[in-house]
């Protein structure tokens, strides 16, 4: 890797860098604006998040490589661009799998066991330390957005950026899926708004889209230098289809079906056909999900297992006799002694 090449993957890097160091700013702006509540705070985390990552990764290094005739060299926009879009798509997800608070809490809980009888841990102090890690719903969407937008900007120009921000679409809904149910602890509750105005906001980038297209081309098709070394490896047919001035009238015409797109309320007529009630049915009560649920609160916390496993048997049981299943109340009942009797162990 040369000098030129060097330089590009630091500065890439420290567009990251600077996107991490974002979060804490923002979030301490934001903080003086006193919303009214949680979920207006946090969309206004997120979107001062989205805009400011997006200049600072997108606009920064178009201002800074201003000459189109350089783009394609190694070391300068096209480059700086393929290894910033490989950092947006894959960092997240990898951190988030990662999970880095949760591995430090899972050697706080060891060390807190080894210690046995001198354990000084209250069990406030012992239920925090076993919750799960928790989920920053702001931090999480910018990112997602800003890589959206970021590979929508440069696909002009780079266009596996397209397919990249599909890849990392698809790691990015498991891996926050597989933490959120397996992982995670429950996240802050939020109103719809939260999603909704984030859904509102995607036709945007459609236009922001069209915006890049009509920039890149003017400025691909105002070069001389750069239409010189497409002419040298191309054939003049060939380069009249690439660069042809009839594009900027086709282009002009996507920016305004764009624009179109976005003054139509059609968020607004796909969302009057929605049934908020049945959508949003919360009236299911606890006992009713519990035996649907992989694991349990109570079963994950050292201090009351036995509790959590007697009650969740106790549950089975009761449904097993309204099922009248006398097998399985039999099993179940054994399974109760078991627990009983290891914990009769344990103690002794």
Not at 318 to 326: L, M, P, T, V
Request: net charge positive.
């Amino acid at each position: 890797m040369g000098k030129l090449q060097s330089i590009s993957v630091i500065s890439s890097g420290s567009i990251f860098v600077i996107n991490f160091i974002l979060k804490f700013s923002m979030r301490a702006l934001s903080r003086n604006e006193f919303q009214e509540t949680a979920t207006k705070q946090n969309i206004s985390i997120a979107l001062k998040l989205t805009i400011a990552r997006f200049i600072n990764s997108a606009l920064v290094l178009v201002v800074v490589n201003d000459d189109a005739s350089d783009w394609y060299n190694r070391g300068n926009l096209v480059w700086d661009v393929n290894i910033l879009l490989v950092l947006l798509a894959f960092t997240q997800p990898f951190m988030q799998a990662l999970n880095i608070p949760g591995i430090v809490k899972w050697f706080k809980i060891r060390a807190e066991k080894a210690k046995g009888d001198e354990c000084k841990l209250t069990q406030r102090e012992a239920n925090l330390l076993c919750e799960g890690s928790t989920i920053d719903a702001p931090n999480v969407i910018s990112n997602f957005m800003n890589m959206i937008m970021t590979c929508v900007f440069y696909a002009p120009l780079i266009p596996h950026a397209i397919p990249l921000a599909l890849i990392s679409t698809f790691l990015c809904y498991w891996v926050t899926k597989y933490y959120m149910l397996r992982r995670f602890k429950q996240p802050e509750m939020f109103s719809e708004l939260m999603a909704t105005f984030f859904a509102n906001f995607m036709p945007w980038i459609m236009l922001a889209w069209s915006l890049s297209f009509f920039f890149f081309l003017n400025m691909t098709i105002d070069d001389i230098d750069l239409r010189r070394s497409f002419k040298a490896g191309q054939t003049a047919k060939k380069m009249q289809n690439l660069i042809d001035e009839n594009s900027r009238a086709v282009m002009a015409i996507g920016v305004v079906i764009a624009f179109v797109c976005v003054i139509l309320p059609i968020r607004s007529c796909i969302n009057r056909r929605i049934n908020k009630k049945e959508a949003l049915d919360n009236d299911n009560e606890y006992d009713s999900l519990a035996l649907t649920f992989s694991t349990d609160y109570d079963k994950e916390n050292p201090l009351t297992i036995k509790k959590g496993k007697l009650r969740l048997l106790q549950m089975q049981i009761s449904r097993a006799e309204k099922d009248g299943n006398n097998d399985e109340i039999e099993m179940l009942k054994k399974q109760q002694e078991q627990v009983n009797t290891q914990t009769m162990a344990q103690s002794m």
